[in-house]
Each structure stands twice: as C-alpha cells, then as structure tokens.
C-alpha cells in the first residue's frame, strides 16, 4: 500500500480521488473520507495557508505509514491545499479504504487528528476589514492527537 | 548552516532563510535561537516568546536540546495549525 500525497493550490476532486483509490480493486469493503473546509468565522475574507516544502510530504508520509501498522489499509490519500482559501473551499482530504468499515474510519479520524498537529503547516486569516492574524493552535487539537497514544 | 523561517517568526525575522555560521560554543537549538536573536531587532522579536517557538532540525521536529551543527537545515516557526 502506498499513500498518495499531494500539497496543492490546485483543489480536489473527492469523487475522482475515491475512483483512483478502488479502480481495478473487489477486495475494498469501507471507504472513509474527511474532507475539512475553510469556514467564514468572523468575517473571514481568506485563509492563506503556508507549509514547509519537504517536512511536509515527510511529516505526512510518517503519519501514513503509523496508519498503515495501525490499521489493515487498502488505499490512503491524503491531499492539503496551501495559498489563498475562500470561506467554503475544500483545504485538506484524507481519504482511506480498508476490507472493513471500522480500519477505515479510525484511521481517517487518526490521520486527521495527526494532520492538524504534526504537519508543518500555518493559517493566516484575512479578514475583510483588512485586519490579518495568524490561527494560533489549539490545546483541543492537541487533546484529539493524544488519545491516538495508549497511556 | 541554513535557517528556515516560517509564519509570524518569517515576518517578524524579515527574512525566510538565512545561511548562518555561529560560533562552535553554539550546540543546540536552544544555543542557536540565543545566538539569533542577537543577530537583529527582527530575529529579537521574533524569538522573544520563547515557549511559542516550534524547530526543526534537518526537516523532524526538534526539541531545544537537540544537537545542531555546520550543515544542518534548521527551521523555526510557530505551532502548526494545518488540517
């Protein structure tokens, strides 16, 4: 099982993404996606999303992996828009496929929780006002990371 | 050695990336942020809350005692906020 991930301005297709995931394959049982989009908190004009280019696909590629020894995953794609995001544009996919429904859907939720804490990537809101910030990270975040971790 | 820096750590610093070469009493992350924050009053400001920097030390993250030498890709930035 290789992993697809993709950092692009370009924005995602998730029907043809579950298409490329079970083309040619009988042995796919569930298909879990998450698809986070940039919500219009507070008259939010735009999201400007930054990465680190080559941590990134790294940082990601490890999470995938500790998914795939986690779970018995069929596909995996994961897929993050960086640049300029208008409230309602899709920013992240994660996309998985197992033989059963419960290795798909924990796995989703563990590489979204992953995503949202151990990828080098930062928001900065534009706000129609004119007035910019930088989203700054959440203890809830961190709280949903950790309970991936036995105590 | 080279210096990334990202978010608000990039604007405030001034710069996204620098080559550098501090001193050899300069050892660890921790050292080097010391040693960058006297380089401007940008890399100052940028490093005056130190708890609310996050590194990277040849793209994992790193923690302040990590080792860094001549060589090494450092990066600097803020807790991430992706997904």
Known sequence: MTPRIAIQEAPFDLAAETARLTAGRRDVGGLASFVGLCRADDGLAAMVLEHYPGMTERAIARIAGEAAERWPLLGLTVIHRVGRLEPGAPIVLVLTASAHRTAALESCAFIIDWLKTGAPFWKREEFASGAERWVEAKPADDAATARWTPA | ?83
């Open chain 2, 1 to 83: 050695m080279r210096v990334l820096y990202f978010a608000w750590v990039r604007q405030r610093v001034g710069v996204a990336e620098e080559e550098v070469s501090p001193p050899p009493e300069v050892r660890d992350v921790a050292g080097l942020i010391d040693w960058l924050a006297g380089r401007s009053p940008g890399h100052a400001e940028a490093f005056a809350n130190r708890p609310a920097i996050r590194a990277a030390v040849n793209q994992d993250f790193a923690g302040p005692g990590h080792p860094v030498a001549a060589g090494d890709e450092i990066a600097f930035f803020p807790p991430v906020t992706g997904g």
